[in-house]
Structures are given as C-alpha cells and as structure tokens.
C-alpha cells in the first residue's frame, strides 16, 4: 500500500484505515483536506451519508470533490481544523477544575447547536445532558 497518494493535483498522506469499512483515510500535506478512498459501493454509500448530513445541517466537512481512483472511489472533504474538539475538551478536562471552559466552550457551542437543529429536523430528538465536572453540562 502507497503511503501517499496524488489525487486532484494534491498529495495525501497516509493516515489509517478504519476496519469496520475498509476505507484509507488520508491527510494533505499542507492538513487542510482530508482523502477517503475506498471500494466504489462502500463510497458512494459514505458521500450519500455525508450529503444528507449536511442538508439536515450537522455540523461536518464540505465535501470538496469526489472521483474515481483506479479502480476505487474517494472524496476529498475539507478540514475543520488542526485539532478536534474532543482533544479541546480533554486538554481543559486535565486542567484545575474549569472543564470545557472559555474560548474552548464557546468553539462547541457552534456545532453543538446545529447538531441540536440537525436531530430536532430528522425527527431524533432525544439529547442527552452531559457533565463535563465542575457543574457545567449541557
């Protein structure tokens, strides 16, 4: 297997290959798009996901473009940024005692609230509290 790969004028690297699937995923060099590649069916099922997605208007990626690789498909979704929210929360979880506080609640709030919108329009409206300690849920 190629650890990078050239797509759409654009060189990825390796990044893994989620098992459940068999999709690669990849990384640009420059980190602003992320390659998922893959069996044809397994893609188009995955774009079809991601589409309807953000017509209900959850909080993902812009697809960027889509294609045929050989004898695979991918798409190229754009990258939201350098570090996930999930690692935000875990660097103010580890600090003293303010959880998911500051600049880094407020970053949340954003895809929280149309993830909220997104399960409110597609009929799933059961969301769960969550403490993040100190007090503060949501």
């Not at 297997?1 to 995923?25: C, P, Q, W």
Request: net charge positive.
């Amino acid at each position: 297997m190629d650890n990078t790969l050239l797509v759409a004028g654009k060189r990825f690297e390796y990044i893994k290959t989620r098992d459940h699937v068999s999709v690669r995923v990849f990384k640009s060099e420059d980190t602003t798009q992320f390659l998922r590649i893959g069996n044809k069916k397994l893609i188009a099922k995955e774009v079809a996901l991601h589409r309807n997605l953000i017509r209900y208007g959850f909080p993902v990626p812009p697809i960027i473009s889509e294609g045929e690789y050989g004898r695979e498909a991918y798409y190229i979704e754009q990258s939201l940024g350098k570090k996930h929210l999930s690692d935000l929360f875990l660097e103010d979880y580890r600090a003293p005692c303010d959880p998911v506080g500051g600049k880094d609640w407020e970053t949340y709030q954003t895809p929280r609230m149309a993830y909220q919108t997104a399960c409110k329009n597609t009929g799933i409206i059961h969301i769960r509290r969550i403490d993040y300690g100190c007090g503060r849920k949501i």
